[in-house]
Nanobody, 125 residues
Framework: VQLQASGGGLVQAGGSLRLSCAASGRTFSSYAMGWFRQTPGKEREFVAAINWSGSSTYYQNSVKGRFTISRDNDKNTVDLQMNSLKSEDTAVYYC???????????????????WGQGTQVTVSS
């Protein structure tokens, strides 16, 4: 599976961005998908995840109510809509795919076998 993330950029605090991750390769609907982020000198952290069908979603507490993860299995994409952005959301964002046997999503990074290249999100205050 190859993942290509896009949609990052520079935005003012309070603004919105929509990240998209396009997948190619094995059947996309077989994978749970996640978004993670990382800033220099810090551990990579979980942001959001979605199961294979899109029926279950998970969020880091700090982004609940502001971010929404969604997927389109026909288009092989997973998106992260980010609203009410804060300066602390500044990071490189990565999408990841996990071939979980039951299609369930996890908030841990180690089960994700495939990772995109990352897209920079910068929120100015």
């Amino acid at each position: 599976v190859q993942l290509q993330a896009s949609g990052g950029g520079l935005v003012q605090a309070g603004g919105s961005l929509r990240l998209s991750c396009a997948a190619s390769g094995r059947t996309f609907s077989s994978y749970a998908m996640g978004w993670f982020r990382q800033t220099p000198g810090k551990e990579r952290e979980f942001v959001a995840a979605i199961n294979w069908s899109g029926s279950s979603t998970y969020y880091q507490n700090s982004v609940k109510g502001r971010f929404t993860i969604s997927r389109d299995n026909d288009k092989n994409t997973v998106d992260l809509q980010m609203n009410s952005l804060k300066s602390e959301d500044t990071a490189v964002y990565y999408c990841a795919a996990d071939f979980a046997p039951d299609g369930s999503a996890t908030t841990k990074d180690w089960p994700y076998e495939y990772w995109g290249q990352g897209t920079q999100v910068t929120v100015s205050s």
